[in-house]
């Protein structure tokens, strides 16, 4: 089970982030998604929130995302931490609006 909330910007995600933990999501399963790679980073440092790592994806997909483009690889990692392809592709375009993407799961 997860839950997605989309937010503009850091300081919308750190309340974001509070409000899942106080319905029990804990940090190492919640994650924020951005387009831009060096913001996902520094926001997933700040919040102190999960990384989708080889735990989430496998091996394949972890290596395969080396060689894909930021969309198919934020796609993936979605997917690997419960949404579906369809919902993958919604919030990817979400992100190229330049906004967030978090998603607490129970995982």
Known sequence: MYKVEVVENGVQ??????????????????????????????????????????????????????FRKRGDELRSKMQSVGLTEMEAEQYEEVLDTGKLVIVGSTN
């Open 13 to 66: 995600a750190d309340n974001v982030i509070r409000g899942l933990e106080n319905q029990g999501y804990e940090k190492e399963n919640i994650y924020i998604f951005a387009h831009d790679k060096d913001r996902s980073e520094d926001l997933t440092a700040a919040t102190e929130t999960a990384e989708v790592s080889m735990k989430e994806q496998g091996l394949l997909d972890s290596l395969s995302n080396v």
